[in-house]
């Protein structure tokens, strides 16, 4: 799933789009371009929820997820949060991760 920065979070595209990418802050965008960081405006997209994390990753808007790859550090914390029954996600995880089980 394709994902975008905005305001030091994950979104997801559909989430993206609705925040827009037009930013109205000249003094946010270097001279002469229409680029801006990623707290006026959503960056991305990226590829495979955002790319490897120690946990899975979720919507920072509304919570959908994100489908990432996990480090070795990741694939052991959904294995625990499985096992240990905590999550309110940990159903979706273990389709998703269904190669760690």
């Excluded at 680029?35 to 959503?42: G, I």
């Amino acid at each position: 799933m394709n994902v975008y920065i905005y305001q030091a979070d994950l979104h997801c595209e559909k989430c993206a789009k609705r925040i827009g990418f037009v930013c109205h802050t000249e003094s946010h965008r270097p001279k002469g371009t229409n680029l801006c960081d990623s707290e006026c405006t959503p960056i991305g997209p990226y590829a495979n929820g955002g790319g490897e994390s120690d946990t899975p990753q979720h919507c920072g808007t509304c919570g959908v997820f994100l489908e990432n790859d996990l480090t070795s550090d990741g694939e052991d914390y959904v294995r625990k949060a499985i096992k240990d029954g905590q999550g309110a996600c940990i159903e979706e995880w273990r389709e998703f991760y269904s190669y760690l089980f």
